[in-house]
């Protein structure tokens, strides 16, 4: 009896077990922090960022109230034709079936299974 088998799955289990060691190794690196590794490394930020020193609060705007309305445009304007269009386009979705809906298989009674 041949004996390849038995090697290719020494060999497979060889191999994964040095990958296993070398991400066990690595994940050691990380934690001690060394050989380049930081658990906060430095990144580049934007130039406006650099003067919030710690943990600076933002500022943060909501908007409320009405929105506002486009102006009014001619009846030949391109935009407004494309409006037109995309509005007519979602509104016949509405009216086509659905192909996800199920369908009614006309079997007579009959079982699927034969």
């Known amino acids: 009896?041949?004996?390849?088998p038995q090697y290719m799955f020494l060999i497979t289990w060889i191999v994964l077990a040095l990958i296993a060691?070398?991400?066990i190794?690595?994940?050691?690196l990380v934690v001690a922090e060394s050989h380049g590794y930081r658990k906060n490394p430095k990144v580049?930020?934007?130039?406006e960022m650099e003067e919030v020193q710690?943990?600076?609060?933002?500022?943060?705007v909501t908007f409320t109230g009405p929105k506002p309305e486009l102006p009014e445009l001619e009846d030949e304007d391109p935009y407004k034709l494309l409006h037109q269009?995309?509005?007519e386009k979602k509104e016949s979705l509405w009216d086509e079936p659905s192909p996800y809906e199920d369908e009614d298989d006309d079997d007579n009674g009959?079982?699927?299974i034969r």
Do not use: C, D, F, W
């Open 1 to 4: 009896m041949t004996e390849i």
């Open 21 to 23: 060691l070398s991400l």
């Open 25 to 28: 190794g690595h994940g050691l």
């Open 44 to 47: 580049k930020s934007h130039p």
């Open 54 to 60: 710690g943990t600076g609060v933002l500022l943060g």
């Open 85 to 87: 269009r995309i509005r």
């Open 110 to 112: 009959m079982a699927g």
